[in-house]
């Protein structure tokens, strides 16, 4: 199982930005996928998840902290995981971090390495 994270960036309050992950080694349809990010000092935060199918009420799920600003999203035929981030705020500063579960655990799910996001003014 492989999952990497590419799009972080230093942004200005107000920008956007769209992460992306790639992942390889499993069958991607059939898993729920997230989003977790961990600011500095601080423990980690489901920010967002999406189910493997359709028929699921509680997909997505997106943490209040961040409803109305970011959209995740995923391509099945391209093993993608995309999270679309809008009106980031300095308070989104964090490492994002990918992950194979619905609201996951590091100790139990595959994560990856994580890509940085840092706000600026």
């Known amino acids: 199982v492989q999952l990497v994270e590419s799009g972080g960036d230093m942004v200005q309050p107000g920008g956007s930005l769209r992460l992306s992950c790639a992942a390889s080694?499993?069958?991607?349809?059939?898993?729920?996928m997230s989003w977790v990010r961990q600011a500095p000092g601080k423990g980690p935060e489901w920010v967002s998840g999406i189910r493997a199918g359709s028929a699921h009420s509680d997909s997505p799920y997106y943490a209040d902290s961040v409803k109305g600003r970011f959209t995740i999203s995923r391509d099945n035929a391209k093993n993608m995981l995309y999270l679309q981030m809008n009106n980031l705020k300095p308070e989104d500063t964090a490492l994002y971090y990918c992950?194979?579960?619905?609201?996951?655990?590091?100790?139990?799910?595959?994560w990856g390495q994580g890509t940085q996001v840092t706000g600026s003014s």
């Open positions: 992950a194979r579960a619905w609201n996951p655990r590091r100790e139990r799910d595959y």
């Open positions: 080694g499993f069958i991607f349809s059939i898993y729920d």
